[in-house]
DNA sequence: CTCCTTATTGCAAATAGTTGCAATAATAAC
DNA sequence: GTTATTATTGCAACTATTTGCAATAAGGAG
């Protein structure tokens, strides 16, 4: 499986103040920021797109001593949940990535690999129609169309 | 997790026919209808509706002594990929099934896991936008968008 | 700062899914 | 029917992911 490229504009975001007001979330709701939880999410700050549970545990391994993989998919599972980590699944991978305050979702070119953010707004008429013609309320979460991109269409 | 139900309209298909035009055309393109493959897409005709790749070995295994799990995973990716079955995540399962001639997606509802088909023009705007807008050749397999059925929405 | 509660971790074992390879058996050709 | 070819299988080992549980430590209360 070669290389998930990513082309995003990336929200500027200040990891110390994300950092903190993410600690301040987690214990409002009870939870509790772990060095372990703020190294992971740390990496996800600093490593731009898109990440496998593996990549995951080897770059957090890496920098710190041992860190279970369990503690790492729990943990993703965790952000995810929470909303701070958003997960698609990437031509057979799960991978995850920053979850950005306006939903998206990816075209992914099944011949270059290249991924392309799709605006959550394309799907407005859709979610209506499953609404009105179906009475399904439609939670549209990260959403990942296959095909090929202009560049490999020819 | 939940069983997943299924409500589908459904094709009527006769097995002996199904299987025998089948071999033909595995053959045709030098694949072999081995016993083990017969099995597993006689369970398709008979179970209606979607399948785990655990539920087929189960399944599969009970009727006959002992077909190797590996020989089961290599056999659903081997159909879907020549297009008898379809593949597609559902509540972070991959799931299985007879590929219909007439392209489908999914709604899934969370709450009581019931699944509905959704016809494919459903994205045929979509597709056309992405296409003039991104110069993006979107190919929709089976898609599985999660939200809330009318009985489950109040 | 210390103590208490309990969310979270690490470990180890279990469950899923994949892969290399020698043995097998389905086809096609004769 | 017999034989040759090679797609497919079973096995076993491996990677990926999940889970139970006792030990740990984060954060709130005093």
């Known amino acids: 499986m070669g290389n998930l490229t990513h082309h995003h504009h990336h929200h500027p975001v200040d990891p110390e ?14 939870y509790r920021y772990t ?3 703020q190294q992971i999410v740390g990496l996800f ?6 990440l496998t549970a593996k990549e995951v545990t080897e770059h957090v391994q890496q920098q710190s001593a041992s860190i279970d993989q369990a503690t790492i998919y729990r943990s993703l599972e965790f952000f995810y949940k929470i909303g701070v980590l958003s997960c698609s699944q990437m031509g057979g991978q799960t991978v995850y990535e920053i979850a950005h ?10 011949n270059c ?3 392309m953010p799709l605006d959550d707004h394309h799907f407005d008429d859709l ?6 013609d179906h009475q399904f309320r ?11 991109c202009g560049h490999c269409a020819n």
Not at 127 to 132: D, K, T
């Open 17 to 30: 103040k994300f950092q903190a007001e993410l600690k301040d979330k987690l214990n409002s709701l009870g």
């Open 35 to 37: 060095p372990q939880r």
């Open 45 to 50: 700050l600093s490593e731009e797109g898109h």
């Open 101 to 110: 305050s306006v939903p998206h979702h990816h075209l992914v070119c099944t």
């Open 113 to 115: 690999d290249t991924v």
């Open 127 to 132: 979610v209506a129609h499953l609404w009105q």
């Open 138 to 148: 439609a939670e549209l979460t990260h959403l990942t169309i296959s095909g090929l």
